[in-house]
């Protein structure tokens, strides 16, 4: 009989007492533990077990579990000897950061501190009888959501010293989510500031603490060093690309499939693969995210649960008001293709908005692209880079993408599926009419910059462009910034069946130097179609030249002009 799913869960003791569905990932415990490594980071993306994996560590080393054999027995774990005995030996503060999503510093730095002071209230029996001297109770009690800097940077080391006086073993530390708050910090304008906060909280705790046996951290990203982790050099970090508990987080394909076969669902393998195959640990490949597959197995249905999980916020606002050329690598992607590009591993989260490669780095970290190929440049004696060659995780990725894009335009959603509309049948006046509209609800949400109204709209039309690959791919094959004829053109619709006519869109900027009006450039970018002799590829794609329709966008702020032609040669 199957076991019950029940989602949602992250207490490992929970889900073994209830029998609920699981799969055994306690060998992490050995193969941390054997790594000897006294503090490690790990990270993986959202969803794949950190959270569960870290109960199950708590749970298995915390003296509030010593003779709890019940919760390993049957687990890999409990196979080894010595691993019996290590069960319930030490004192394990558990701490996650995961709720700390504030929209200011001193909500964020409030929340940390209180997050600090219940593991101190957890462990007020410590105040009790001769263990601490008075000096040592007022500062306990002085531990609070409130406490100073000073009092929060010692705060965890001197509750590892108090723990290991009563208990005689030196304290294991695990932080979950350790890097939530920095996400937010970065989005909400006040990185710096908690940067100097957590960076002397984790010297502390992590570095000069002669009280702590071992400490792990998870998170979706690896923090660069400069920034939280510079005085901290003991730290062993496990990304995404390091062949270290490659199975320990997710489940592989063998996994996968048995769980099908427990719940009878032997028929939906190749389904189920199609949708949430493809995310790689070190040189593990097939590896599944655990939340759509556990969904799976409750709805048993496909559907994009893992990418419907969380807002994306971060990597939407990324996307949305990077160059042309992150959208057009972005574009490449939804269509199946892989970008090439030098990846640093470390998040620097004040260059996201300078470094495209920064960009990168994060959506591999996230979850959202995979490797496909890595390749180790040297050139001279210090020149050193890694290339990567990333694509798209899987299709449920590629679902969430696709409905992110169609998201930039809801707030005007009626005048671009009217605009679509429009484009489809030929009919200029009313694309004028509604791009106009979509120019107006959207223009701003593309640019970041201060005036907005008069810069380049690159951004706009880049996004744009995406939008119109998104709902367009079932009647075209999209390409931009393509060479045909003698130049490069901005936007070819290539018909992907007879009948219908093939698009060329070229945009242009109102230049008042050199044209009148809005529409002399109109009809500057249509002159530009013709003399370029844009046209071509679509005739060599069996397009007769009767099916050819050419579109000049002229910009003016957010004001937009289109100018429309048919025929290219008399």
């Not at 209830?18 to 415990?29: A, Q, S």
Request: aromatic residues 14%; charged residues 30%; hydrophobic residues 35%.
């Amino acid at each position: 009989m199957a076991r019950t799913v029940a989602i949602g869960h992250q207490d490992y003791e929970t889900v073994r007492v209830n029998n609920y569905f699981y799969i055994d990932k306690t060998d992490f415990i050995r193969e941390w533990w054997d790594s000897g490594d006294i503090v490690t980071l790990i990270t993986r993306p959202r969803r794949f077990g950190k959270t569960l994996n870290m109960s199950m560590t708590e749970k298995f080393f915390s003296v509030d579990y010593a003779g709890r054999s019940d919760l390993f027995e049957g687990m890999k774990i409990w196979e080894e000897e010595r691993f019996r005995e290590l069960q319930g030996r030490y004192p394990v503060i558990f701490l996650t950061f995961a709720g700390v999503k504030d929209n200011n510093y001193l909500s964020a730095r409030e929340n940390i501190c209180r997050i600090i002071e219940e593991i101190y209230n957890r462990f007020d029996f410590l105040t009790q009888g001769e263990l601490l001297n008075e000096k040592e109770k007022r500062y306990y009690s002085e531990v609070t959501a409130r406490m100073d800097d000073s009092t929060a940077a010692v705060s965890l080391r001197n509750i590892s010293d108090y723990l290991y006086r009563y208990y005689g073993e030196k304290v294991i530390i695990l932080l979950d989510e350790y890097d939530t708050p920095m996400q937010e910090a970065y989005v909400n304008g006040y990185w710096e500031q908690l940067v100097s906060f957590t960076r002397s909280l984790f010297n502390y705790t992590f570095k000069t603490n002669p009280y702590l046996e071992r400490a792990l951290m998870t998170g979706i990203t690896r923090v660069s060093k400069e920034s939280i982790f510079s005085d901290l050099n003991n730290l062993k970090v496990v990304t995404s690309t390091t062949e270290m508990y490659e199975t320990g987080f997710g489940f592989t394909e063998e996994e996968v499939f048995d769980a099908l076969d427990e719940f009878g669902l032997e028929d939906k393998r190749g389904e189920v693969k199609s949708w949430y195959d493809g995310f790689v640990f070190g040189r593990q490949k097939d590896i599944y995210n655990p939340w759509s597959i556990i969904n799976f197995l409750d709805e048993r249905e496909t559907a994009p649960y893992w990418a419907n999980t969380s807002s994306n916020s971060l990597v939407g606002k990324l996307i949305r008001e990077s160059s042309g050329r992150i959208k057009d690598d972005f574009r490449s992607l939804l269509e199946g293709g892989n970008i090439v590009t030098e990846i640093d591993e470390q998040i620097v989260y004040h260059q996201l908005d300078l470094d495209e490669r920064a960009i990168w780095s994060l959506l591999l970290a996230s979850g959202y692209l995979k490797v496909k190929d890595r390749e180790v440049c040297q050139s001279g004696y210090e020149e050193w880079r890694q290339i990567y060659t990333l694509e798209l995780t899987n299709f449920e990725v590629k679902v969430m993408f696709r409905h992110m894009v169609r998201d930039w335009f809801s707030s005007a959603a009626s005048s671009y599926n009217e605009f679509i509309r429009a484009l489809l049948m030929g009919d200029v006046d009313a694309m004028n009419e509604y791009m106009n509209r979509v120019a107006r609800g959207t223009f701003s949400y593309f640019d970041t910059t201060k005036d907005a109204e008069h810069t380049e709209p690159e951004k706009f039309y880049h996004g744009f462009v995406l939008g119109l690959m998104v709902d367009l791919s079932d009647r075209y094959r999209l390409t931009s910034n393509r060479e045909s004829g003698f130049g490069r053109y901005d936007v070819m619709l290539i018909p992907r069946r007879e009948g219908i006519d093939g698009i060329i869109m070229e945009f242009k900027v109102f230049n008042p130097r050199r044209e009148k009006d809005l529409e002399e450039t109109a009809q500057n970018a249509l002159n530009q179609i013709r003399e370029k002799d844009y046209a071509r590829e679509l005739i060599e794609n069996g397009v007769p030249e009767e099916r050819i329709r050419a579109y000049g966008f002229a910009f003016r702020g957010k004001e937009v002009l289109i100018a429309d032609s048919r025929i290219f040669y008399q």
